[in-house]
Nanobody, 120 residues
């Protein structure tokens, strides 16, 4: 288990960009996979992006080509760069760490969430 703290959410216009950051309080961050989920009002939570300990990545179809997940193990940090944002990207975004591979990811720790709102 790890404590996770997200930052970087906010209000942005359609077509704009945001970068979410998540710092994990664990001394073994580098062995974990990490992922970002999101949940919009009235919708189920969905997995947006995953990055494994070996830097393999996987993305939801809805964000491919627009979002990029990365990690910086020296800072125990995972990022989500979001470009060309659309109103349908509006949601609370949650950082996670867990186990598994890029297509079979199992989170075991969750952050508190950060709101992203895309609106003109």
């Amino acid at each position: 288990q790890a404590q996770l703290v997200e930052s970087g959410g906010g209000l942005v216009q359609p077509g704009g960009s945001l970068r979410l950051s998540c710092v994990a309080s664990t001394t073994i961050f580098e062995i974990y996979a990490a992922g970002w989920y999101r949940q919009a009002p009235g919708k189920q939570r969905e997995l947006v992006a995953v990055i494994t300990a070996r830097d393999n990545t996987n993305y939801a179809d809805s964000v491919k080509g627009r979002f990029a997940i990365s990690r910086e193990n020296a800072k125990n940090t995972v990022y989500l760069q979001m470009n060309n944002l659309k109103p349908e990207d509006t949601a609370v975004y949650y950082c996670t760490v867990g186990d598994g591979n890029a297509r079979d990811y199992n989170p075991h720790s969750w952050g508190q969430g950060t709101q992203v709102t895309v609106s003109s």
